[in-house]
């Protein structure tokens, strides 16, 4: 079992900036892959971003791209999403989702231990 907390949301103007952190307990993230994931009021939940812990790799939803950045602390076994240039369209409850790595990480139905969500909230 992994247990994941999120921390880090809050209010910003638009322009602004935030950083999301996702922190696991249970067991580490060494062996498993971390996707970002949003909803907003009345949508379905969004792919944000993903990186396999042991590759790297990592991926971003076009919305995003040149805006956001995934990172990690190996020795904090947490991960953060470091959001620039925020936009009215942001605003959404953010979640921290990690799995087994594996095919289509951006489809939010692969994952299996999810954190509880933080809310994000751009003002224009």
């Known amino acids: 079992q992994v247990q994941l907390v999120e921390s880090g949301g809050g209010l910003v103007q638009a322009g602004g900036s935030l950083r999301l952190s996702c922190a696991a307990s249970?067991?580490?993230?060494?062996?498993?892959?971390v996707g970002w994931f949003r909803q907003a009021p009345g949508k379905e939940r969004e792919f944000v971003a993903s990186?396999?812990?042991?590759?790297?790799?990592?991926r971003y939803a076009d919305s995003v791209k040149g805006r956001f950045i995934f990172s990690k602390d190996n020795a904090k076994n947490a991960v953060y999403l470091q959001m620039d240039s925020l936009k009215s369209e942001d605003t959404a409850v953010y979640y921290c989702?990690?799995?087994?790595?594996?095919?289509?990480?951006?489809?939010?139905?692969?994952?299996?231990?999810w954190g509880q969500g933080t809310q994000v909230t751009v003002s224009s």
């Open positions: 249970g067991r580490t993230f060494s062996n498993y892959a």
């Open positions: 990186q396999s812990w042991n590759t790297g790799f990592t």
């Open positions: 989702a990690a799995r087994l790595p594996g095919r289509f990480m951006y489809v939010s139905g692969n994952y299996d231990y």
